[in-house]
């Protein structure tokens, strides 16, 4: 079981795919805090320990400090499917703890990945 934040760019199907494999999954799509900022987003994931799943690119900033993971969804021509088939993939692709501190970029044929091993 893993803790996953699914930024509110990605489909409803996969949280519900996450949340059936038994992830804690928080997504805060009608919620308060919906829109927020990425920092406000990033004190989030640090302190809940979460793996976050988006399409923001920015977030690769944080990839030479602590997290708990960093799956970024960058598809030219992405739909519900295709995001959904390539984040459940690269989730299983994974163990728990080995998320910790990794970064992953999916492409449309290339999956790239990076490993902070600091602190």
Known sequence: MMKIFVDENIPLMI???LREE??????IRGTTDEG?????????????KRLLI?????????R?????GIMIIRLRQPNR???HQRVMNAVGQ?????????LVIIRDMV???WRFEGD
């Open 15 to 17: 949280v519900q795919a």
């Open 36 to 48: 927020m900022d990425d920092e406000s987003l990033w004190k989030i994931l640090q302190d809940e």
């Open 81 to 83: 499917q295709k995001i």
């Open 54 to 62: 988006t399409t923001d690119k920015g977030f690769a900033r944080h």
């Open 64 to 68: 030479n400090s602590f997290h708990c």
């Open 94 to 102: 994974f163990k728990t703890e080995d998320w910790r501190g990794q």
């Open 111 to 113: 999956q790239s990945s």
């Open 22 to 27: 038994g992830h804690d999954v928080l997504d």
